[in-house]
């Protein structure tokens, strides 16, 4: 018979949960094979005889039946007639080296890892929220989204497609929404693209990391903007390259750094259109000198180009992409902002050399995107209902950009400056008070506030510190309660700070 903490731990599987899903019998069998694992029960310990256990746990014999004859049939158990059950003898030279190999490995997982992974897990990932929170920056408005219109089209994608829906994908993407891709980013960015020349993939940061690998070797230098988006830089190091920070100011990278680096760089980095964080715009002439630049030395300009629907003062600029005769630009979108975050589609916009190259380097990454999203969105905007959103929302987030910059002044002068964009889903804000950037986001976030610091953004050691305050996704109301929480947090932070330490003698 088991002892009474074997017996519990058999009960607890029945009763956990998380286990409701799987039949009693399954229940009972992963429990005793657990304990058989753990070397809680050794090699040719008896088990219950299955009516006493039955008994004990309160189920039919035959469910122990049936837990006992998958047990046998999956070799942990022997059944012999007349004497019973027993934990099988075969099971304990392969336990310990599985007990001993899940112990070395334990010990040794960060240098079981090779350079490239190390390189990954140091970067840390990329921090995304499941919900809205204020301030949390890239989220757009999804309670707007015509989510019945959406299910619509993709009705009709199912009855039109039929099964043929459910197959395999081109891992280049499906052709009618590569063109109307094509068609929607030579219309309002002044690309040129055609159908064959987009390629979609899930986000952008797939599509930095396959340029990163695939245009680049490990230890090629890359210029990149400073401040920059982590993405694209954690992207970057992952893939083993030099990031050269470039600075940043009114009109977006400094470019002279460029031209006058005399050891110069396989690939440019940049978001000419909207900068991130700072929002500035990248100059006219800097876009000529960079195109030329490009095509002097044989490199890449990756220009991402993240949020260019959401501009708020006139007409956005047209992209690099359009203007570079030399098809050294590579332009790299999303949806997942002028959309919604979990639609998973972005693609990049490649010279004809590319295409081939980098569709087989997707295929082996994730194969493909979902084919009925796709084939539902290219109907979206060929229907003309993305533009349609895409102008709502521009006008409810201009709304939105006013309204904060309203609340910050109005609550936050002490401690910030805003720097009210042109265009983007987030607003940057200078500290011009003496409260730790590090201190200020880790209090927000224990009160329920996502703020992300700027300094975080910078390669420099004296980069402004401060933090990005999203907008899109809240409405005016839920900003000012925002603000004002923020307010009364950074106020007792400072109360805190001014009041005389107490020394005890």
């Not at 001993?100 to 997982?109: E, G, K, M, T, Y």
């Not at 980013?185 to 396959?210: F, I």
Request: aromatic fraction near 8%; include cysteine.
């Amino acid at each position: 018979m088991f002892k009474n903490s074997q017996l519990e731990t058999v009960k607890a599987w029945l009763v956990n949960p998380a286990h409701a899903a799987m039949p009693r019998h399954a229940r009972i069998q992963r429990a005793i094979r657990q304990l058989i694992l753990d070397s809680v029960l050794g090699p040719g310990k008896p088990l219950p005889a299955s009516r006493a256990l039955a008994t004990s746990l309160g189920v039919s014999r035959d469910t122990v039946e049936a837990a006992y004859t998958q047990l046998h049939a999956e070799g942990f158990i022997e059944r012999r007639v007349g004497s019973g059950s027993f934990v099988a003898e075969v099971t304990e030279f392969g336990l310990k080296d599985r007990r001993s190999n899940r112990d070395v490995r334990a010990r040794r997982q960060e240098a079981d890892l090779s350079g490239r992974g190390a390189a990954i897990v140091e970067g840390g990932g990329m921090r995304t929220m499941l919900s809205p929170i204020a301030f949390t920056h890239g989220m757009p408005e999804t309670r707007n989204f015509p989510i019945q219109l959406w299910e619509r089209l993709q009705r009709q994608v199912l009855r039109e497609y039929g099964t043929k829906a459910l197959l395999h994908g081109d891992p280049q993407g499906a052709e009618p929404l590569r063109r109307a891709i094509a068609d929607y980013v030579n219309l309002e960015r002044g690309a040129r693209a055609t159908a064959d020349r987009v390629l979609v993939l899930t986000c952008s940061q797939q599509a930095m990391t396959l340029c990163a690998n695939m245009l680049l070797n490990p230890g090629d230098r890359i210029f990149i903007e400073d401040p920059a988006y982590q993405g694209a830089r954690k992207a970057f190091n992952a893939a083993g390259l030099d990031c050269v920070f470039v600075p940043v100011d009114r009109q977006g990278m400094v470019v002279e750094h460029i031209m006058n680096d005399p050891l110069g760089a396989k690939a440019v980095s940049l978001t000419p259109s909207h900068q991130f964080p700072t929002g500035a715009k990248l100059s006219l002439d800097r876009r000529l000198m960079l195109i030329d630049w490009a095509e002097r030395h044989g490199a890449w300009l990756l220009e991402d180009d993240y949020d260019s629907e959401f501009h708020y003062n006139g007409k956005p600029t047209e992209c690099v992409q359009g203007l570079d005769p030399h098809d050294r630009t590579i332009y790299i979108g999303t949806f997942t902002k002028s959309l919604f975050p979990s639609l998973r589609i972005g693609y990049v916009v490649l010279p004809p050399q590319l295409v081939g190259p980098m569709t087989i380097a997707r295929s082996l990454l994730d194969g493909h995107t979902s084919v009925i999203p796709q084939l539902t969105l290219a109907r979206f905007m060929s229907g003309g209902h993305f533009g349609a959103h895409i102008r709502s929302m521009r006008g409810l987030y201009a709304e939105r950009l006013e309204a904060l910059t309203h609340f910050v002044r109005q609550y936050l002068s002490d401690f910030v400056e805003p720097y009210v964009p042109f265009g983007g889903l987030q607003m940057p804000c200078v500290l011009i008070c003496d409260l730790s950037e590090r201190a200020i986001i880790d209090a927000g976030r224990r009160e329920g506030i996502e703020l992300f610091g700027l300094s975080s953004l910078n390669a420099s050691q004296h980069a402004q510190t401060g933090f990005l305050l999203g907008f899109a996704a809240y409405t005016p109301p839920e900003l000012e309660a925002a603000v004002k929480k923020l307010a009364d947090l950074l106020h007792g932070m400072s109360r805190q700070k001014a009041a005389p330490s107490i020394t005890h003698s």
